[in-house]
């Protein structure tokens, strides 16, 4: 997965009580908390460049107290895209799958999409032959599917080889490079419960 860099713009409000010999690292402060952001169009800010930050006019709201400064700065992104191979850590290991993350990715590797002979253990860990996947141990995935809902992506992927990046195919279930995910496919208050 690629990342890429664009030229962003918004407006930080502050309080009045923040304009001290301090504001100008107060704004850049503000401006990088939009780490973890996500849109649709550029996917997850994974950085701002802090140098890049570039304060420009400074306007009073009309209705309230609040100062409104207009920043533009330079964000790197990360966007999931179908066919993506993407080197995670196992975060969480449930019963119909497991979870794993990258920067802010989150991705669902779910049972149905894992051969036969790859076991989910409870959620001790996942077996593939005589290996043992836990929690926090690194895997490659490749995306199969991405959906943008709720200021975030749900993707889903598959388990690859990590040594050849070898998908591991399931078995049962044919899967198609144009999936998009259904509401029925993950449950919002596992998929963001992380």
Known sequence: MSCVTSKRYAQITLLPMFMTKNIRKTVKWKVTKRVGMCDKKHGYITEVLYD?????????????????????????????????????????????????ATNH????????????????????????DETKLRLGDKVNVEIYAVDYKNSGFRVLGLLC????????????????????????????????GI
């Open 52 to 100: 890049s930050i570039d304060i420009g006019e400074c306007t009073t709201q009309q209705c309230g107290s609040m100062i409104v400064f207009d920043v533009s700065f330079t964000a790197v992104h990360m966007k999931p895209k179908v066919a993506d191979l993407v080197v995670c850590t196992i975060k969480q290991i449930i019963p119909t799958g497991f979870f794993v």
């Open 105 to 128: 990715l989150k991705i669902l590797v779910p049972k149905c999409r894992l051969p036969s002979y790859v076991k989910i253990n409870g959620c001790e860990s996942v077996d593939i």
């Open 161 to 192: 080889d990590s040594q050849t990046a070898y998908k591991f195919k399931p078995s049962a279930v044919e899967v198609k490079k144009d999936d998009q995910l259904s509401d029925d496919d993950i449950e919002d208050d596992f998929f963001f």
